[in-house]
């Protein structure tokens, strides 16, 4: 008996052996922030990546409703690391490889063995992975909506100017299937609505380009939290802890992201880390999202307007359309983005805003904090606007209602509770920012030179 239960127990820890580095990135992949792959979000994908999930029965077109508009804004699909991540990649491991791993430092061995295998060339491009995300979103959208998305509907379609966009639009494109005929035959660029924070300079002189704009991100960078989790890492590499900073464990963490996002597998880097730590880093990410696009500084939303009124005036006309009972000259308007773009019109209109803001010294404090990047915008992140016309005899509500899905999901509107809302009172409720929130103004730097006039 002895001997065979001894083989069964060794059995038993060679399992658990094969099974600790999937245990491993299935602990850490819920805290992978804007790296986070789509299947965090909606987890019946991984079986069925066409499904359209648990959450299908209650998101469908309301009763007595006819979708007569769909402007889906899309974070492009997942993508490699940009050349400046793949390059302090490339630093970090070349530097684990110079010093030879002592037997006491399993991690540092395996991780000199691992093949550091990104190119700078690959900078920040769709990975083949981010094609099949945009074209399985294309297919579910397509099932979700089959009126709008018939055969013959015309399809805007936009994109920001990078590379992994342009990209993006065109697998969402192909996953709409041949038997579309759409009469767009290119993917539109346009900068101006999908990249706005490029072009608004009071964004790029007081966030973009002035450090001390992220002094909450480097506060945590040098703050407890994160010096414990400096500390383990350092301990598990056999490094002295001075060779290590936040931005390179930031690269090892990072790394553990890409690899389970582009490749589906669980690399050597996520086992430097514990849950605990994954939620520090986590947390790292959302702050500087935090500053940087959402509600840190007023500008960063301020800066969307320009999108938040191209869709106004885009559902105003259809309904003026519709009125006049005139074909909906835009049913379908797609625009590829990223996540810089989503992210500040979330906030914009209300989204996912805490108590308080998020801030170095009360990392505990936002555990269960709304603002969570990774559940927001991970990669092909989704907002949806659907413009409904409802016969109101059976409704007796307004003739025009508005639904919103984030990542496939029915959003709760602020000011009713509810899902649905008619037209009339989204307007109102956003009447603020429809009257007053002007790109050009917003975005225009003060003149210093006045106040330089005055004091002389
Ligand atoms: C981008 O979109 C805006 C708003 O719809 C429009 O005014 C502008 O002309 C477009 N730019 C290009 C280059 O298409
Ligand atoms: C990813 O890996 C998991 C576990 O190894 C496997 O079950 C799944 O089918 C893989 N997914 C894809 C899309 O290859
Ligand atoms: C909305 O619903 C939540 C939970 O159901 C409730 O706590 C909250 O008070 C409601 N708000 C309004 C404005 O009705
Ligand atoms: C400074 O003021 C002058 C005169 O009002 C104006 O022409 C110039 O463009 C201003 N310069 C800057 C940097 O704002």
New binding site residues.
Partial sequence: MAPRRAGAALLSAALLLLLLPLLGSAGLSGYFGTKSRYEEVNPHLVSDPLSLGPAAAGSQVPAACAPLQLRALLRHGTRYPTAGQIRRLGDLHARLLRRRPAAACPAAASLAAWQMWYEESLDGRLAPQGRRDMEHLARRLAARFPALFAARRRLVLASSSKHRCLQSGAAFRRGLGPSLSLDSDEV???D??MRFFDHCAKFVAWVEENDAAMCQVEAFKEGPEMRKVLEKVASALCLPVEELNADLVQVAFLTCSYELAIKNVTSPWCSLFSEEDAKVLEYLNDLKQYWKRGYGYDINSRSSCILFQ?IFQHLDKAVEESKSSKPISSPLIVQVGHAETLQPLLALMGFFKDDEPLKANNYVRQTHRKFRSGRIVPYAANLVFVLYHCDQVKTSKEEYQVQMLLNEKLMTFHHSNETISTYADLKDYYKDILENCHFKEECELPKTNVTVIDEL
């Fill in positions: 539109e660029v346009n101006s609505l191209d």
